[in-house]
Structure formats: structure tokens, C-alpha cells
């Protein structure tokens, strides 16, 4: 063997063997051991009897829904803690209450629970059944709850939403007259009929259906509300004019 080959053999035999970081060793434990905390820790806050619920706070205008209510509901849906309540199931049960249209739930340290909720805003009982809310949509409380005085709306299931964008509009033009509309009807043709709140019907037809209400306002206030006691329904359906049908007197 030659010198050279000798002399690498040996520095391969003697190179020294590199130690353990015992650094490294150190940070690896106390890492294992934060992580080993939090999930106790985690574990820990969300068993039921750590930080319980203890307060709930209602928040909003009440008419058709009342705080007892939302509390019961609250109650029966919060499981374990603070941290182990789902806000989101909560939200949940209560938009399922028949009045209530949306809500939002929080939760405020360390034991309450807030909840903000809007209620829905009936606007007409839909002759088939259930309410319609101000955005046209069916909504199904329980009947003994209806708000007294709404007016009815009767058409094909699916246009509730053009009635309500009707009626809303057809009020505005009613209501200078000191009267209310009692009833919108929307037939399978497309052709609005209203009955006021003095019993006289008023025929729109299909077409125009706005202009032909202002112009019944307008003959209405200076030469019809005298003898309004007598019109049983007024046809707007023509161009130019109307048609007065007279309800039959008793004279006897």
C-alpha cells in the first residue's frame, strides 16, 4: 500500500463522530409538552361544568316573539360550556320560531350568551293558507297569532312576491282617500281585482294596472266619494272612463 493510501486510511479511521444537539433535544421537549397542554387544556374547557352559561341577553324589538321564548329555546339548545356552545345551532333553533326572520348569536366572556333577532313583518293573509311577509314570501306562524286587521291576497301560488309589490304601491295611492284595501285578488288571466275597506270593488284588469288606480283616485275623490255608500265596484278597465256598478237599496 503507498504512503498516500495509508495516510487516508487512517484520518477515515480516526475522523471524530459529531455529538447530539442537546439544544435541539430541549426545544423538541418543551414543543411535545405545549402541545400536550393545549389539548388538555382544550379538552378541560369544554366539559359542561367549566365556565357554565349562566346569562342570556335578548336583543331587539318583541312583538309576536317574547324573551321567555327565545331564553327556552336558548336553554334547550346550548350543550357544555362557553367554549363547547355552537352559536351556530343556536342561530338555528331560534330562526326556526314561526316570527322570527333572522338572528344572530354571540357569545360574551367568560358565561353569556347575546342574541339579536328581527322579527317578520306580516303583511296580508294569503288566502290559501300562512301569512305573507313584507318580502312576499309565505310564513306559517300559528293562526291565533295573526295581527288583526291584514288584508287578504288571493292569486296563484308563486306570485306572492307581484302582489306584495302591487299592494304596496296601490296603498300609497289608496290611502289619501281615507280608506283601506280589505282584499287584492289576481286571477289566472293576470287580472287584478281590489275590494276596499267601504266594500267597493275596483277592476284593474291587466294592463296599466297602476295608471288605471290613479285615475280611479282621482274621479273617486271629486265625484264618487259622495255617493260611495251606493257603488258597489268600479270598472277601470276602459281607456277613457268607467263603469259604476250600484248596489240595489233597500228602500223598504
Do not use: C
Amino acid at each position: 500500500m503507498s504512503t498516500r493510501a495509508s495516510q487516508q486510511a487512517v484520518y477515515l479511521q480516526t475522523k471524530p463522530w459529531m455529538p447530539f444537539n442537546s439544544g435541539i433535544l430541549r426545544r423538541v421537549v418543551v414543543v411535545l409538552a405545549v402541545i400536550a397542554f393545549l389539548v388538555w387544556a382544550v379538552n378541560e374547557l369544554r366539559q359542561p361544568d367549566t365556565l357554565p352559561i349562566k346569562k342570556i341577553h335578548a336583543l331587539g324589538s318583541f312583538v309576536k316573539v317574547d324573551e321567555s321564548m327565545l331564553r327556552t329555546v336558548i336553554a334547550e339548545t346550548i350543550e357544555g360550556g362557553y367554549f363547547a356552545v355552537n352559536v351556530s345551532d343556536v342561530q338555528r333553533a331560534v330562526e326556526s320560531l314561526p316570527w322570527i326572520t333572522s338572528a344572530s348569536v354571540s357569545r360574551i366572556w367568560p358565561d353569556t350568551i347575546s342574541i339579536s333577532v328581527v322579527e317578520e313583518k306580516a303583511t296580508a293573509i294569503w288566502a290559501k293558507g300562512g301569512l305573507v311577509n313584507h318580502q312576499g314570501a309565505i310564513i306559517l306562524p300559528f293562526e291565533e297569532s295573526y295581527p288583526v286587521g291584514l288584508p287578504v291576497f288571493d292569486g296563484p301560488v308563486g306570485m306572492e312576491r307581484n302582489m306584495t309589490e302591487f299592494y304596496k304601491t296601490a296603498k300609497q295611492v289608496i290611502a289619501p282617500l281615507g280608506i283601506e284595501i280589505a282584499s287584492v285578488n289576481l286571477d289566472s288571466r293576470g287580472a287584478y281585482t281590489l275590494e276596499l275597506s267601504n266594500e267597493i270593488n275596483v277592476l284593474l284588469g291587466r294592463e296599466k294596472i297602476v295608471s288605471r288606480l290613479e285615475r280611479f283616485a282621482r274621479v273617486y275623490k271629486k265625484v264618487l266619494v259622495k255617493r260611495a255608500a251606493e257603488i258597489a265596484r268600479i270598472d277601470m278597465r276602459y281607456s277613457n272612463g268607467l263603469a259604476v256598478g250600484w248596489r240595489k237599496l233597500n228602500k223598504g
